[in-house]
């Protein structure tokens, strides 16, 4: 019944990125079951999962072969530790399937339990790195506005997010930010290909104004995700990856929502052509189904840890190769590989789906709708052609949002901008009621507008 549970909730259960307030008079939404690409909530009302989750879901819900995994791993070693020489055969197979399906220079990894610890990881191996190498001054990280690395207080500090950093006095020293790529807001009268460079080569500047001997590594998304789905120029990434190659710094692509098929490459690295140094990931992962992360070390960093250099690294999580957790991942994986998703993504859903969304950009609310694999945004502006913003940031995505909860697809909002990452599985039909939803939605935001 939703009405006591509700209640029960409004009086217990503090929400993350929630006013409790504002969540508690409206009243929570209550998801009980999900099933491919559906959820139901407990009012009986079936959704559209638009956001896979929180842009992890990849396989869909409900697949009982990882419930099959889970519970044969519960009933054999529901838990052990990988510390202190310690291991057991699901960190171990999902270590071997993991080198098997990224890049080439990644034959490691270290487990972690969220993409949040992932980030912390990355934080103290890129440090430790330089140390190690005898340049404990490259310490520096430079990561971007508006990015988001997690919620712990590296993640955060790594992020670029104002409010974020307002709640607890961050970031913690030696992060550094520069800009987005993120042409639609901050391009001006530049051209895209123009304004990637420009934003790329904010990097450069900032490593002469740090010092080259300071600045450890450059961490961003290959297609920022949360902060409103940007997908850079054509010219930016090439940029970036000459000058962290020239300068000596470490190339750190999060690929906690780009990794695992959602740009229809197993890596939103190997989309945009770059290679990087470290990958931390999860989501994807396990498609949500528990909770794992990952950092993959390219062999750079492993070779010295290998052998020795490191010495102890003085890191590691409870649930580092939590064996259930793994063993989550591994079904999941095998799904993705097996059933063809990543391809699926190139060559079948991905551009069905893509023309569909950027028809999308006609609807006068739209000023740029953009989509890569199965990640894409529409802009929401008050007046077209101009790329120019409603005067009061977040109110209209956030109208937009509850009329597509209403219709029943969830979408997420980032300010005005309207965000879908669906799972991988979604097929042309569920694109077509994805993308029927969406123009709906769209309507009635336009004419509440009106009214
Ligand atoms: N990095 C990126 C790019 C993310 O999108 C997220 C979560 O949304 C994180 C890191 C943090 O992951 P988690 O929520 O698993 O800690």
Known sequence: ????????????????????????????????????????????????DGMAGLWCVNIGHGRPEIAEAVQAQMAELAYYNTFFKTTHPPAIRLAELLAELSPPQFKHVFFTGSGSESNDTVLRLVRTYWAKLGKPDKKVIIARRNAYHGSTVAGASLGGMGPMHAQ??????????????????????????????V???????????????NVAAFIAEPIQGAGGVIIPPSTYWPEVARICKEREILLVADEVICGFGRTGRWFGSEFV???????????????????????????????????????D?????????????????????????DEGLVERVANDIGPYLQKKWLALGDHPLVGEARMVGLIGALELVPAKPERRR?????????????????????????????????????????ADELVRLTEKTLDDTYAALKA
């Open 313 to 337: 690294f003085n890191h590691g999580y409870t649930y580092s190769g939590h064996p259930v957790a793994c063993a989550a991942a591994i079904a999941n994986l095998r799904i993705i590989r």
């Open 1 to 48: 019944p939703t009405g006591p549970l509700r209640a029960l909730d409004a009086a217990h259960h503090l929400h993350p990125f929630s006013d409790m307030k504002a969540l508690n008079a409206e009243g929570s939404r209550i998801i009980v079951r999900a099933k491919g690409c559906f959820l139901e909530d407990s009012d009986g009302n079936r959704i559209l």
């Open 273 to 311: 052509g770059i290679e990087p140094d470290l990958m931390p990931v999860a989501k994807g992962l396990s498609s949500g189904y528990l909770p794992i992360g990952g950092v993959l070390v390219g062999e750079k960093v492993a070779s010295l840890m290998v052998a020795g250099e490191f010495g």
């Open 390 to 430: 409603f005067p009061d940031p977040g109110k209209v995505g956030t109208i937009c949002r509850d009329f597509s909860f209403a219709n029943g697809l969830v979408m997420r909002a980032v300010k005005d901008t309207m965000i879908i990452s669906p799972p991988l599985v979604l097929n042309h039909e569920e």
């Open 199 to 213: 934003a790329a080569r904010e990097l450069e500047v900032a490593i002469e104004q740090l010092g080259e001997g």
């Open 168 to 197: 607890g006095g961050l970031p913690i020293p030696g992060i550094h930010h520069i800009a987005q790529p993120y042409w639609f807001d901050e391009g001006g009268e530049l051209s895209p290909e123009e304004f990637g460079l």
